[in-house]
């Protein structure tokens, strides 16, 4: 069961703010297509529900963002 600061998160937002209790898990990893600029991933960990989030920074889609890992 996620917290309200996570509940409060915009999904699929490109620039959607995350909160303060949102740690992140390892390195961003820069992910490249052929021809096409990079797309940075972030994954965080809430360290109070304990819900895994992914954060996709690419310009071109606005609706990059937040999402929840599976």
Known sequence: MSCDACNAIELRKR???GH???MPVG????VRNMGQPAVIM???VC???GIKW???DDRRDVYAGWSIEA
């Open 27 to 30: 390195e961003p990893v820069k």
């Open 54 to 56: 992914q954060y996709e």
């Open 42 to 44: 972030t994954h965080y």
């Open 15 to 17: 620039k959607g703010l």
């Open 20 to 22: 303060a209790r949102l």
């Open 47 to 49: 360290e109070d529900c």
